[in-house]
């Protein structure tokens, strides 16, 4: 609920954006700013100051490939514990899901976190953690692979970073974007600096921004300040959680335990540097090599989104979920098609949760 006090400066800065004579079209790259945006119906207040809000790839469960979830299906299957959080469950893969695989029989476990998957290695279980995610949960990961593990233990790396994305959607300049909302909880690791270059060479004004409806509208409004005063710098609307230089602590957690490689998101080609992989010094905890032979026939396979799901060109903001003909029909929450109707944080179960509640 909107605090009175917020209330009232939410109201102004919309009187301030109403007043403006320019449209401005803002990308943010967070399923929660999604949610808040969507939930207390900013979207339309927005809408009616000419302001165009777009999701990029901001769910790390929609953003995993085809080919991650048939990784996983194939540990599932040839007999290996794959533990992974519940989104991951649902999200189909070519033909089938971890779902459909723990159904035939496969051992497959929902855990909240990796210290529960390690739990189920040191029990005896030969175990694959399904590690997913943006530089948020990527340090929980860090911390546990830092530890001594079970033999038995190992870890599937989905994780990605944020900054190579955002650079990948300005450079292919599918969306006309006056700026961009920088996400609170990457920010709340990484720090606002790494943004800094990709405003100087795009020439795109940024804020963090924090989860609040006022916050949200506050960046909207910082944003529009700065292409109004023709800037384009990173600025910082969440500064009671976001510094420059981020957590030190789990940036060095991320840098000890892994490398950047450049890897394809759903949706979108390769992305330089945007996939979190183990250091070599890991092989032993790292399931891409401990099960390489394994895993061959699944590297060697080209893989489709599921038939009629457009969930690629709404990660990268070209269409919003509403344009897709499965929404609401074939494809819902209950029985998702493609992984942004899966996920809380996805565009597409966002958009049918709040039409339809
Ligand atoms: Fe994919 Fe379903 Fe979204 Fe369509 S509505 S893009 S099928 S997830």
């Not at 339309?44 to 085809?66: K, M």
């Not at 779902?99 to 739990?119: C, F, L, M």
């Not at 599918?174 to 990457?186: F, Q």
């Not at 032979?293 to 903001?317: H, K, Q, S, T, Y």
């Amino acid at each position: 609920m909107f605090q009175l006090r917020d209330r009232e400066l939410a109201r102004a800065v919309v009187e301030r954006l109403r007043e403006r004579d320019e449209p401005l079209t803002a990308m943010h790259v967070c399923g929660t700013h999604q949610d808040t945006i969507v939930r207390h119906g900013l979207d339309g207040l927005l809408r009616e100051c000419d302001v165009r809000i777009v999701q990029g790839p901001g769910c790390p469960v929609c953003v995993t490939t085809p080919r991650e979830i048939e990784m996983a299906i194939a540990l599932a299957e040839a007999g290996v514990t794959v533990a992974t959080f519940g989104d991951m469950l649902r999200v189909p893969g070519a033909e089938t899901s971890l779902q459909t695989a723990k159904a035939r029989g496969a051992d497959v476990r929902v855990v909240y976190d990796i210290n529960e998957a390690v739990k189920l290695a040191e029990q005896g279980a030969e175990v694959v953690f399904i590690a997913v995610g943006f530089e948020t949960t990527a340090p929980t990961t860090a911390a546990a692979l830092l530890r001594d593990l079970p033999d038995g233990f190992s870890v599937l790396s989905c994780h990605r970073v944020i900054p190579p994305a955002m650079e990948a959607i300005l450079a292919a300049g599918e969306v006309a974007l006056d700026g961009l909302i920088d996400p609170g909880h990457v920010s709340v690791i990484i720090g606002t600096s790494p943004y800094e270059d990709i405003s100087r060479r795009h020439g795109i004004p940024q804020v963090v921004a924090g989860f609040e409806p006022v916050d949200v509208l506050m960046a909207i409004w910082m944003l529009a300040r700065q292409v109004d005063e023709g800037r384009s710098q990173v600025e910082n609307e969440y500064r009671r959680a976001v510094s420059r230089e981020g957590n030190p602590r789990a940036l060095q957690a991320i840098d000890d335990v892994f490398e950047p490689v450049d890897a394809s998101w759903r949706g979108f080609p390769v992305i330089p540097g945007s996939k979190l992989a183990l250091r070599p010094r890991f092989e032993e905890h790292d399931a891409a090599r401990r099960y390489e032979d394994l895993l061959a026939p699944v590297m060697d396979r080209d893989f489709e989104e599921p038939p009629g799901c457009i969930c690629g060109d709404v990660l990268r903001g070209v269409c919003a979920p509403e344009e897709c003909a499965l929404f609401g029909k074939k494809c819902t929450p209950r029985h998702p098609v493609g992984p942004c109707m899966v996920s809380r944080e996805g565009s597409c179960n966002i958009a049918f949760r709040y039409s339809h509640d």
